[in-house]
């Protein structure tokens, strides 16, 4: 058996990796990236490292030869309408290369809506998958805790945390993604399934906020942005409007409560509990020194 990982030394990818390492062979394992020097310690532990780019779909197709299961991250690029044509050319390559199963990442709340580019390229994505005809898993992620941190930082450092939305949502840690990612792609039986990796505990911005402060003895404030706010913060920080456009609505889908699912997926996956985001948010503030 050949497990194969595309995205290999992004962040996601590489947790996913080192997870994957902790289960099978190195020389099992085949790990596509554009940046094959990234993963020069995993070459020397005898991982596959092989070239490949979604923007180059017959040096991907060879770049996927001999993997039977495959984990196919999301390209970064977020701008409107880059991904699902890209995705889609990623899951024919796999298909021609004779990958045997897809597992790929979405997200929590992936759905058909044009409005919503990144809800909205899951679900294609998804899509183009089922109607590959390869056998399929999806793990759909919730928002990432790691994002949380800066922000927390300076809501700690400030007392007020201003924010878009106000539906809970359940932010998992992206190295239990990787642990997760890892242990359903070593693992039989998971064909046509659709699994949620969440935090173990959904928040408001305001219970977020206040959890994290309490440690450091901070009373943080929690000050609901308006979606005209939000959007004028991205745009005050330099964002092009396009980007811009595609955060502010998939906060919208936040604040609507799509993201407001708590599962045991992670546990479930990858043999340990997912942790809890203000644990994992207030440990990365210490290790940077606690706010003053």
């Not at 996601?12 to 080192?18: K, N």
């Not at 532990?45 to 779909?57: E, T, Y």
């Not at 390229?121 to 992620?141: V, Y």
Request: hydrophobic share 45%.
């Amino acid at each position: 058996m050949t497990y194969g990982l595309t995205g290999a030394s992004g962040q996601l990818g590489t947790s996913a990796l080192r997870h994957l390492l902790t289960r099978v062979p190195a020389s099992q394992v085949v790990a596509v990236t554009r940046s094959p020097d990234k993963l020069q310690e995993f070459a020397d532990r005898g991982v596959r490292v092989r070239a490949g780019d979604f923007k180059d779909a017959a040096g991907l197709t060879g770049a996927l030869e001999g993997v039977d299961r495959l984990l196919l991250i999301p390209m970064p690029d977020l701008m409107p309408g880059a991904r699902p044509p890209l995705h889609r050319a990623a899951i024919e390559a796999a298909r021609k290369a004779g990958a045997g199963h897809v597992v790929y990442v979405s997200s929590v709340g992936a759905r058909p809506n044009s409005s919503d580019d990144i809800l909205n390229t899951h679900f294609e994505t998804e899509q183009a998958l089922i109607g590959s005809g390869l056998p399929w898993t999806f793990l759909r992620m919730g928002p990432y805790a790691d994002f949380l941190v800066d922000p927390m930082k300076t809501a700690v450092t400030s007392g007020t945390h201003a924010a878009r939305g106000w539906a809970p949502s359940s932010p998992v840690v992206r190295d239990d993604l990787g642990a997760a990612a890892a242990g359903l792609l070593a693992s039989e039986g998971h064909a046509g399934l659709t699994y949620h990796a969440t935090g173990p505990v959904s928040m408001t911005h305001a219970e977020m906020a206040s959890a994290v402060g309490a440690p450091f003895g901070a009373t943080v404030v929690y000050t609901a942005l308006s979606d005209e706010q939000y959007r004028a913060g991205l745009a005050a920080a330099g964002l092009p409007p396009p980007m811009a456009d595609v955060l502010a609505r998939f906060q919208e889908a936040s604040a609507a409560g799509l993201f407001d699912l708590v599962t045991h997926d992670v546990e479930r996956l990858s043999g340990r509990p997912a942790q809890s985001p203000v644990d994992f948010i207030v440990a990365a503030l210490k290790a940077q020194g606690a706010p003053a």
